[in-house]
Structure formats: structure tokens, C-alpha cells
């Protein structure tokens, strides 16, 4: 880099480095700083009529020049810090605020909207399908052997907003606190043929589909299980099928599962349509791992609830 065009007037005012130490040691220090030439021409031929002592000859204005060339170039430095790390006070809220996820997001930080699971990192975007309500952000973790756990997804839990305000003619009287120790209005939400959808965001590296379906097959296997008495291994199978071995997983990918309208429950593996089937108990027993009694992540299902009692109300 160089700097050009630095002619100030110093009207006669050089100072001789061998007098003026400081000034050395000044300029000792500048030349660290920008080891760089302040003339935009080459060096000059040496000049066999000057003197050594002329040659040593140092005027203020090229300090000058340095002090402010440094000056500006950390004004600068600092500038693009502050405004490429600048984050909205929404960022930092825990995820047990009272607000809901969609509530408290920036609409500058990015293009679009989106609310980050803080352990891995994950972003969602905090409408899904144009009008689906991101509630809360969780993650899926899978202890190996009682030994160490991996965490293999992050998850984001969305409700049709229009939806859910349809519970407002039977829970619309009651209060917000009424409302979040009321288990019935979680169980209709679980119960009740409400769109929704859960995307799953894969965060571990070496994840096969073979090992999701095997999941699946244990985690919705037991709901099936918990809620209709039997092993409907038949309605397992087509669900598990959806995930097929030639189907790849690498971190990023996402999986939707969503309840759609008459009870279907549509898969979609990174945009792509997978299959549906109808279903109550199976969209249920799926739902149920991620806003049912025993969730896979508790503290996402608390939010996931605030969210609920928020969409209800506003």
C-alpha cells in the first residue's frame, strides 16, 4: 500500500534525528507500523553532492502523515468490528423469555428472519411454509453406551397460526398464566388436527439414514405403543420406508414432518417430497417426541408451549 499526495508545508521546520532523539525513536516506530514507501515515486538516485549530515534530514510532515494514515486505518478497523459483530438484544434473551421465538427476532440481522439454537449453532427461519409459526428451537441428543453423549439434530417445532387460534372459542376466556397449567390445551394441540411441523437440521457429521430410520423405529415404535396398546408394526414399516438407504445425510441437511390437514403426515427430506400417509395415532406418536410428556428436549418444550399460549392470544 501506498500512501500519495502528502505535501504539507513545514515552513523550514526539520529537525536532526541525532538532536532530537524522540524523533527517532518515532520514526523507528512508524516504520514498524507501515513498511511501506509514502512517495508514490521510485526512490531517488543518491546525490553525491549532499552531505551525510543532510542525508539524515527527517521532517515532521511525513510523521504527521503516518500518525494520521494510522490513525484512520484503526477508526477504520474498529468500525467494520463493531458493525459486523453489532447483534440485536433479542439475540441474547434466553429461550425462557415470555415472549415467543417469532416475537423477539431482528428484522435487520438477516434478509430473512431467523432464530438460532444456541448449543450447535443451527438457525430456523421463523415462518415455515408462509405461515407457519417457528414456537421454539430444541436438540436431539443420543447418549452412546452410558459413556458420551453426541447431539444429532437440532429441531424447530411450528404451528398454522390460523390454526391454532381456532382453540380461542374453547380456551380463548382464559388468562395467559390459566392457559400454561392447562394440560388439556396442550393435549388438544397435540390431539386436534392443527397443521404443524417439525424440521429436523442434521448436526452430526457421520449420520446415516439407516441409523434415522432405526431411531425412528424405537422413538415412534414406543409412541405407537403408548397410545394405542399395539405395535401397529405395519403402520411403522410405511413410515420407517420413507427414509431410504440411498438417501444421504450430510450436517445441514433437514428433514420435515409435518401434520397436515385430515390427519397426513407429509415427510420431506432437504425440500424433497418423501411421502405421506393418513394417520391420527402415527402424526401423533411423532409430535408426541417433541411437545409431549417426555420430550427429547424439555427445555424446548416449555418454549414450545409459551409460544402456544402467545399464538392463542395475539
Same mark, same amino acid.
Given at each position: ?40 515515486? #521510485? ?8 552531505? #551525510? ?8 510532515? *511525513? ?30 434473551? #434466553? ?29 430456523? #427461519? ?17 447418549? *452412546? ?131 405421506? *400417509? ?37
Amino acid at each position: 500500500m501506498v500512501l500519495r499526495a502528502f505535501s504539507l508545508k513545514t515552513r523550514g521546520l526539520n529537525f536532526d534525528l541525532e538532536r532530537k532523539p524522540k524523533f527517532r525513536s518515532f520514526l523507528a516506530m512508524v516504520s514498524l507500523r507501515f513498511p511501506f514507501s509514502f512517495s508514490g515515486s #521510485p526512490n531517488p538516485l543518491p546525490n553525491p553532492n549532499r552531505s #551525510p549530515r543532510s542525508s539524515r534530514r527527517f521532517s515532521p510532515a *511525513i510523521a504527521f502523515a503516518a500518525a494520521a494514515a494510522f490513525g484512520v486505518g484503526m477508526s477504520f478497523a474498529v468500525g467494520r468490528k463493531l458493525s459486523t459483530n453489532q447483534t440485536d438484544g433479542s439475540a441474547e434473551k #434466553p429461550w425462557g423469555s415470555e415472549a415467543p421465538v417469532w416475537a423477539s427476532l431482528s428484522l435487520t440481522a438477516a434478509p430473512a428472519e431467523t432464530a438460532v439454537e444456541s448449543r450447535t449453532g443451527v438457525s430456523f #427461519p421463523a415462518v415455515l411454509d408462509g405461515s407457519r409459526r417457528l414456537l421454539g428451537v430444541g436438540l436431539r441428543r443420543k447418549n *452412546i453406551l452410558g459413556l458420551k453423549n453426541i447431539d444429532v439434530y437440532a429441531f424447530g417445532v411450528y404451528a398454522e397460526e390460523s390454526d391454532v387460534k381456532k382453540l380461542c372459542e374453547k380456551y380463548g376466556s382464559l388468562s395467559a398464566s390459566e392457559l400454561k397449567e392447562n394440560q388439556d390445551f396442550f393435549a388438544d394441540v397435540l390431539d386436534q388436527d392443527l397443521r404443524m411441523t417439525v424440521r429436523l437440521q442434521i448436526v452430526y457429521g457421520r449420520l446415516s439414514i439407516r441409523s434415522v430410520r432405526s431411531a425412528f423405529e424405537e422413538s415412534v415404535g414406543s409412541r405407537l405403543q403408548k397410545f394405542s396398546g399395539s405395535k401397529n408394526e405395519e403402520l411403522l414399516k410405511r413410515f420407517t420406508s420413507l427414509f431410504k438407504d440411498e438417501q444421504k445425510l450430510p450436517p445441514g441437511s433437514t428433514i420435515d414432518l409435518s401434520r397436515e390437514e385430515g390427519y397426513i403426515l407429509r415427510t420431506k427430506i432437504d425440500g424433497k417430497e418423501m411421502g405421506s *400417509i393418513q394417520s391420527k395415532l402415527l402424526c401423533r406418536s411423532v409430535l408426541d417426541l417433541y411437545i409431549g410428556n417426555d420430550p427429547f428436549d424439555k427445555l424446548a418444550k416449555e418454549n414450545v408451549d409459551r409460544g402456544l399460549v402467545s399464538l392463542l392470544q395475539n
